[in-house]
């Protein structure tokens, strides 16, 4: 059974650092280019980061650059998403998936919600 678990969200103030943890089972992952999603509500899931599947290409879009950094650990079919210098428009529910320029998505877990305070 495909299982993502995402972990690691919480409520921080705004320049506050939080990292998250996405554990994936049922996949191969380490043949999977990963991704880190968020979504606000009334709005679509946004890809924030992604990571190859040997973690040698990385993506972060323009919003998170510089304050995020993405990492994997094959070994242990866990993709992280450290979130430093954080923004009350950082606040989202936090998904982690297939990269969906590359892949099909699996289904998709229950979050982690991020919440800045300012």
């Known amino acids: 059974q495909v299982q993502l678990v995402e972990s690691g969200g919480g409520l921080v103030q705004a320049g506050g650092s939080l990292r998250l943890s996405c554990a994936a089972s049922g996949i191969t992952f380490s043949i999977y280019s990963m991704a880190w999603y968020r979504q606000t509500p009334g709005k679509q899931r946004v890809l924030v980061a992604s990571?190859?599947?040997?973690?040698?290409?990385?993506y972060y879009e323009d919003s998170v650059k510089g304050r995020f950094t993405i990492s994997r650990e094959n070994a242990e079919n866990t993709v992280y998403l450290q979130m430093n210098s954080l923004k009350p428009e950082d606040t989202a529910v936090y998904y982690c998936?297939?990269?969906?320029?590359?892949?099909?998505?699996?289904?998709w877990g229950q979050g982690t919600q991020v919440t800045v305070s300012s």
């Open positions: 990571i190859s599947s040997s973690g040698s290409n990385i």
């Open positions: 998936n297939k990269d969906l320029r590359r892949a099909v998505l699996l289904d």
